[in-house]
Each structure stands twice: as C-alpha cells, then as structure tokens.
C-alpha cells in the first residue's frame, strides 16, 4: 500500500484536504500546497467558502452524530466570524479527537496536537532543543504562553533532514516529533491561523 492510500485511511485528514483541493480547483488532494494549506496555511483556504467548510464538518466529518445539538450549534456559531479549515481550527474548536478516538481533548493533548513552531537553541544527537510557546488556559480563556523550552524528538534514529539543522533554525513539531524547517512564510501563516483558531476557541 503506498502513502496515498495509507493517508487516505484517515477519517479526518483525508476530508479535509479533499475539502481545501475542491474548492480550488484542484485535482490532487495530496499536492504539497493542499497539504502546506492545511497543516500550516496559505493561500489556498481563503478559497474554501463558508457553506463548503460547514457542509464538510456537519456531514462528511459527521458532527450531526458525533456531538449533541447544543455543542453543534456552538461551532456552528463561529461562522459568524471567519473560520478556515485549518488543523489548529479543528483541534481547538471541535474538542473531540474525531480520528481513532472520540473522547473529549484536554489542554495538554490539544497543544500536542497543534503544529507548533519553535526556533532552534541545539541540537543534539537524539533531539532538538527550540524556544516556543504552548497552549495554556486562564479564566476560561485559551492564550499561547511565550517563551517555553521544548525538547523535539526525530521522527527516526536516521532522519537526514534533521541533519541539516542549526541553532537559529525554525522548525514545526507535531506530537513532540519533528515535522520540517520551515520558512518565515511559512511560519508567519502557522503564527495568523493558529491565532485565529484561538481567538475563535475563546468566542463562547
């Protein structure tokens, strides 16, 4: 079985990313900017209309059978801002693990969820120091704590990219691991969407 169709298992990663490659037109759900889109934003789900994202969430998604009606039209209720389907919107407005588990997130598995970003301080042989942020909640309200020190793990004992690393570097990590250096581009759209998925979290 080949990654695509190894991906494309996934109950809550392929839909989304199906969603973003429609509505532009787009053939191939798995094209690196669909992807990019998702997991740290672009372009791209600027395209993505309203009815669209609504429709994915309440019936390809299923949050019609996944949560109760109250919490339904709570979600729903942040469209009267602008959400996008981006992961951090997901994790941090949808409160469930929608994949292998449908149980409710806490603060910590949320911000282990989240792509957080985090410039380099070392790198060591088994992992990567950064200073970051991390999710964390005061009167009721979810805000990213600045300057934390996160240890990074590799993907695998052999990961060739993490080899290029230096002090200085930015780098996205998801569950801890190592996912890529990114650009300041790139770093900037993951910094504006998580923010925005935030500010709609604490929108009651």
């Given at each position: 079985?080949?990654?695509?169709?190894?991906?494309?298992?996934?109950?809550?990663?392929?839909?989304?990313?199906?969603?973003?490659?429609?509505e532009n037109s787009l053939s191939d759900p798995f094209n690196p900017r669909v992807i990019e889109a998702y997991w740290l934003g672009n372009s791209l789900l600027n395209k993505v209309s309203k009815r669209a994202y609504?429709?994915?969430?309440?019936?390809?998604?299923?949050?019609?059978?996944?949560?109760?009606?109250?919490?339904?039209?709570?979600?729903?209720?942040?469209?009267?801002?602008?959400?996008?389907?981006?992961?951090?919107?997901?994790?941090?407005?949808?409160?469930?693990?929608?994949?292998?588990?449908?149980?409710?997130?806490?603060?910590?598995?949320?911000?282990?969820?989240?792509?957080?970003?985090?410039?380099?301080?070392?790198?060591?042989?088994?992992?990567?120091?950064?200073?970051?942020?991390?999710?964390?909640?005061?009167?009721?309200?979810?805000?990213?704590?600045?300057?934390?020190?996160?240890?990074?793990?590799?993907?695998?004992?052999?990961?060739?990219?993490?080899?290029?690393?230096?002090?200085?570097?930015?780098?996205?990590?998801?569950?801890?691991?190592?996912?890529?250096?990114?650009?300041?581009?790139?770093?900037?759209?993951?910094?504006?969407?998580?923010?925005?998925?935030?500010?709609?979290?604490?929108?009651?």
């Amino acid at each position: 079985m080949g990654t695509k169709e190894i991906l494309g298992q996934f109950s809550t990663l392929y839909p989304y990313l199906l969603l973003i490659a429609v509505e532009n037109s787009l053939s191939d759900p798995f094209n690196p900017r669909v992807i990019e889109a998702y997991w740290l934003g672009n372009s791209l789900l600027n395209k993505v209309s309203k009815r669209a994202y609504i429709n994915h969430l309440t019936e390809t998604v299923g949050l019609k059978r996944k949560v109760c009606k109250k919490d339904l039209n709570k979600i729903l209720n942040k469209f009267y801002w602008r959400a996008f389907p981006h992961h951090s919107f997901h994790v941090l407005n949808i409160y469930q693990r929608t994949g292998h588990q449908n149980i409710p997130h806490t603060i910590a598995s949320m911000d282990a969820c989240l792509v957080n970003w985090g410039k380099i301080i070392e790198v060591l042989p088994d992992k990567i120091k950064v200073k970051s942020q991390r999710l964390a909640v005061s009167n009721n309200n979810l805000f990213m704590e600045k300057n934390i020190e996160r240890t990074v793990r590799f993907q695998n004992a052999d990961d060739r990219g993490a080899k290029k690393l230096k002090a200085g570097d930015i780098i996205s990590c998801h569950w801890g691991i190592l996912c890529q250096k990114i650009s300041a581009r790139q770093q900037k759209n993951l910094e504006y969407f998580t923010s925005l998925s935030i500010h709609l979290a604490n929108t009651h």
